[in-house]
């Protein structure tokens, strides 16, 4: 029911077209989406990828580290057979992946984390990029 999945993942800005305070507004508002049950989808304001290791893409080797293309929309996709919280994020070419917060990165969790409680994140180049995108850049 929710394929491609990607596990170990994380949401990424690439530095030419999305500004430090651009990463801020779609990581708070992320996060606020995340939290609440009442905002029912999320849609970033500035360019913002999905990366990780994506699982039953046709496409693509399971575990294999990609980034999608940029994100549209991400909505609530409903639970897995685990009761584990979906997400469904839909790409600028129309496809969709799936996703739940418990197999997010741990550089999405700290951003994650620090967009909740810090007036503003830091505004180091790839700082809340997992080392397997540190290239990120290159690859957008």
């Known amino acids: 029911m929710f394929s491609p999945t990607i596990k170990d993942w994380g949401l990424y800005f690439p530095s030419e077209t999305c500004s430090f305070a651009t990463r ?5 508002a992320f ?37 999608t293309d940029r994100i549209e929309s991400i909505k ?3 639970e897995d057979a685990l009761g584990t919280k979906m997400f469904e994020a839909t790409t600028a070419s129309g496809k ?20 909740k409680i810090l007036f503003q994140l830091p505004q180091q180049k790839r700082y ?5 995108f540190h290239q990120l850049d290159d690859l957008l």
Do not use: Q, V, W
């Open 24 to 28: 801020d507004n779609i990581a708070k």
């Open 96 to 115: 969709k992946y799936y996703f739940s917060f418990g197999t997010a990165n741990g550089s999405m969790k700290r951003l994650l984390r620090d967009a």
């Open 31 to 67: 996060e606020a989406f995340r939290c609440s049950s009442k905002i029912l989808d999320f849609t970033p304001e500035g360019d913002c990828f999905l990366g990780g290791k994506i699982f039953d893409d046709p496409d693509l080797p399971n575990g294999y580290y990609n980034l």
């Open 128 to 132: 809340y990029n997992d080392e397997h």
């Open 76 to 78: 609530r996709a409903g």
